[in-house]
């Protein structure tokens, strides 16, 4: 199992728990912790490829109250591989996000499973509080009830769990590259130009 990776995440030690075949690595940044597991799985486990719709009603059936969907994706890497992958936020507690990664790559007689965990440290929730205040004061969302800074980007009808914000839009990406979000973008962007 090949599947090219930025330099930057470290490979880490298995431990016994681990996923038969799994490969771990981390990344660290001031204001996120990167942890990502790469494992095959059967083709048959794999999401469907062409079927965003499928996924997201997968994932929104899945959700639990203390979690969003950020993003659903599907395409084909520079190397004519198919992928699809999903980012579904969770509350960390005391504070803070997780964006967690569920990515999967068609390599024919198996799919290779990228899990990943991009977590908020250190002062949490700086992207939106800027991005929040820059749309107040644009009068793109107005007080006291910020109508439209939260929906699903997929069924504006789904209210459930912590839904996105416009901040997690991913052309704030580049105002804070260190964001867990932003790192988790970044990856999926490198994934599919490198395989």
């Known amino acids: 199992m090949n599947l090219n990776i ?19 690595f981390e990344k660290q940044t001031a204001s996120s912790n990167c942890f990502l597991m790469i494992y095959p ?12 719709k499928a996924v997201v009603d997968g994932i929104h059936g899945a959700l639990t109250d203390t979690q969003g969907l950020v993003e659903v994706k599907t395409g084909t890497t520079k190397n004519q591989k198919r992928y699809v992958y999903s980012i579904v936020k969770s509350k960390l507690e005391p504070s803070g ?8 790559i068609d390599m024919q007689d198996y799919t290779i499973n990228v899990q990943a965990f991009f977590n908020e440290k250190g002062i949490t929730g700086g992207r939106d509080t800027a991005i929040m205040n ?16 939260l929906k699903d980007p997929y069924d504006e009808n789904y209210k ?36």
Not at 97 to 104: K, N, P, R
Not at 134 to 149: S, V, Y
């Open 6 to 24: 930025p330099q930057e995440f470290k490979k880490m030690n298995s431990m016994p728990e681990d996923q038969k075949d799994s490969s771990a």
């Open 41 to 52: 799985i059967d083709n048959q486990k794999a999401m469907p490829y062409e079927n965003e």
């Open 97 to 104: 996000v997780q964006y967690i990664l569920t990515m999967h």
């Open 134 to 149: 820059k749309m107040i004061n644009e009068e793109k969302i107005a007080l006291p009830n910020l109508n439209g800074w």
């Open 160 to 195: 459930r769990g912590l839904l996105m914000n416009l901040s997690e839009q991913s052309q704030y990406d580049e105002l804070f590259p260190e964001h867990p979000l932003s790192e988790a973008r970044k990856f999926i962007e490198y994934v599919v130009e490198s395989n």
